[in-house]
């Protein structure tokens, strides 16, 4: 038999207690205490069954505060499997709702005939839509205390399917039911001969299961190393989508090395495919660098990887979102740290209008732009439920504090009533030729008497960047050495004064920068370069424009408590306070480079001591002549 995985939702007193004590009553899905405590506490013969105690004693400890997790439930027909995530009614434990319903196939959205459609069965439906559960029942509950009156159930209807236009759910199905009385939900009432649609229970047994599983990308998010003997070396984990055999290629990322599939290995030996869903092993043909939190792809279907992700997010805290800090997120089995750089909107979840915010609260949802230090590995969530979606982690206190719906790429989207400020990166201008300069560098270089390069000084705020430039561009003129030195300030009041401190806009500036650079370098100058320049893939950029050995990457580097302790321009305060966001070390990541030229410490030594290892590194790569 398959297995269905369903959730259920709706308002306080809805009624969801009572229908799934029903489903299991009638299917005898109860244990025989249950039962019998069931029928002592039915007073009398003509009284309804009290089958909400099933679920309700669970559901008094949510409230009381003793626990608020989603109740799994379990049971089955002839025809399938079924695993019932309950949520709870109230709207603070709207977070809850998203945690059962992640994994789902199919939501059961309850309406009180009576009340009709509430804010909070927008709601619900809005989640279920977003999270793109592909099937949905719109149970329309205590038919009885309306005398299962047609009218009023096609008015619910129309309401109810006046709002879900505008959402994203294909598959609707309304059914008017008695949890109390068993009307329409295990077997066909007689008291609504106008309804000639199916039960809830035949709906559940019919649905088609999976279709939402995604059977063409294979993704194989790594979880653990296993290494039984020396003989073996195999990568743990469970088939997030797609499938792969043995022999075929495939792409180890982040590393982006290419090898093939030797085996595939379960409990029950060696398999001949993965498939989605499947915990397997799998073995590579060569010996190269995999461990928890990389993904094992195939070579020509690749999932975006990326430093920024365009996400909705459904904030589940108590503490409000916060841009100005860091939090860790969880995406599969990988880790890293992510700032929240730009809340895009907020929706409001009764209208579904789009609305300016500056934060998110708890059980709001909102459209938001995240920053990662370390790349993810990303599918939109619409191709991809499994590696479309992660989590974002409080670091000081280990809470969930949202769940996030991958979009696809961060690009600055445009927030309420802006223009969108995507920049398409334009390497070169059309209808344009390279002009060769008259005097080519060799011979500038021969007349100054030293080499030309570009020496890019990286470092945080206020670590001394532009303080040791300073320094060694006094040493090298006093040494007759032609210089320039672009400063990060400076570019910014002209050449990148249209641009503001995004990741996008900080990639941007530091591309100019590297273009001008270049131009120097090709005049023979010693060009210095002194920008915080956060990301390790911009600076590589600018460092392939030049011939090898005459990009020396300096890492400034000084603990960042030092740093906010000199804080020369007062930065780091406003940051902290939120007057400036996207501030490197305060609300966005810092990449260190992996391999600079050189390393200089201005937390332990003073500014000369700091320029004369640097003009020593220069005269030992014969970049300039040695002192006489």
């Keep these: 038999m398959d297995l269905l995985r369903f959730t259920t939702a709706g308002s306080v007193d809805d009624g969801k207690s009572t229908l799934i004590g029903r489903l299991f009553y009638d299917t005898q899905a109860i244990f025989e205490e249950k039962m019998s405590e069931i029928q002592r506490n039915t007073q009398r013969d003509d009284e309804d069954l009290e089958l909400a105690l099933l679920t309700d004693g669970l559901r008094a400890e949510r409230e009381q505060g003793i ?49 009709g459609v509430l804010e909070q069965s927008h709601r619900h439906a809005f989640i279920a839509s977003l999270l793109q559960i592909p099937h949905m029942i719109v149970a329309v509950n205590k038919m009885d205390l ?10 619910i209807v129309d309401e109810f399917r006046d709002f879900a236009d ?35 229970l035949h709906r559940l047994e019919t649905v088609k299961t999976q279709t939402d599983r995604n059977q063409v990308d294979f993704r194989f998010p790594v979880q653990n190393v296993i290494r039984p003997h020396q003989d073996f070396r195999g990568f743990a984990g469970q088939v997030a989508s797609g499938s792969v055999r043995p022999g075929e290629e495939v792409v180890v990322l982040p590393s982006n090395l290419t090898t093939e599939v030797e085996s595939i290995v379960t409990l029950d030996g060696e398999q001949d495919q993965a498939s989605p869903g499947e915990s397997v092993v799998i073995s590579l043909t060569d010996e190269i660098d995999v461990s928890r939190g990389s993904m094992i792809v195939r070579s020509r279907n690749r999932p975006e990887v990326t430093r920024q992700v365009d996400a909705d997010l459904c904030w589940m805290d108590e503490e409000k979102l916060r841009t100005d800090r860091p939090y860790i997120v969880q995406h599969g089995t990988r880790e890293t740290q992510a700032y929240v750089s ?40 619409r191709v991809n439920r499994h590696t479309g979606r992660f989590i974002l982690v409080d670091p000081d206190t280990n809470a969930t504090v949202a769940g996030g719906m991958i ?28 002009e060769g300069l008259a005097i080519p560098r060799e011979e500038r270089e021969a007349k100054n008497g030293h080499k030309a390069a570009v020496m890019w000084f990286t470092g945080l705020s206020g670590a001394g960047k532009s303080t040791v430039a300073k320094a060694l561009e006094e040493r090298l003129f006093d040494r007759g050495i032609q210089t320039m030195h672009l400063d990060g300030d400076n570019v910014r009041h002209g050449l990148s004064g249209d641009l503001g401190f ?27 370069c002194t920008f915080v320049s956060p990301y390790r893939e911009d600076r590589t950029r600018v460092r392939e424009l030049l011939p090898e050995g005459r990009f020396l990457e300096v890492h400034v580097d000084c603990a960042l408590e030092v740093c906010k302790e000199r804080d020369p321009k007062g930065l780091y305060e406003k940051a902290e306070k939120g007057e400036i966001s996207n501030f490197t070390g305060v609300s966005a990541p810092y990449e260190e480079p992996e391999d600079p030229e050189i390393v200089v410490r201005t937390d332990e030594h003073d500014v000369e001591t700091c320029v004369d290892q640097i003009v020593d590194a220069l005269e030992a790569r014969g970049l300039i002549p040695e002192a006489e």
């Design 146 to 155: 309306v005398d299962y009156d047609e009218d009023r159930f096609r008015e």
């Design 166 to 200: 505008k959402l994203d759910v294909n598959d609707i199905t309304f059914i008017p039911i008695s949890a109390l009385k068993g009307d329409n939900v295990v077997t066909e009432s007689e008291k609504t001969p106008w309804y000639q649609g199916a039960t809830l």
């Design 342 to 381: 730009n809340l895009v909107y907020r929706i409001n979840v009764k209208t579904l209008h789009r609305e300016e915010a500056d934060t998110l609260t708890l059980n709001e949802i909102g459209r938001v732009e995240l920053e990662t230090a370390d790349p993810l590995f990303i599918d939109s969530y």
């Design 502 to 528: 995004s990741a996008n806009d900080r990639e941007e500036n530091v591309r100019r920068v590297g273009e001008v650079s270049r131009l120097f370098f090709e005049q023979g100058t010693f060009t210095l």
């Design 407 to 434: 979009r696809g790429v961060g690009q600055d989207v445009a927030a309420v009533g802006e223009e969108s400020t995507t920049r398409k990166e334009q390497q070169t201008s059309p209808n344009v030729v390279w």
């Design 67 to 115: 626990t608020i997790d989603v109740a799994y439930r379990y049971f089955a027909t002839p025809k399938r499997k079924f695993i019932i995530a309950d949520t709870p009614g109230h709207e603070q434990y709207t977070r809850n709702m998203v945690t059962g319903a992640s994994t789902a196939e199919l939501a059961i959205v309850l309406l009180d005939a009576r009340k």
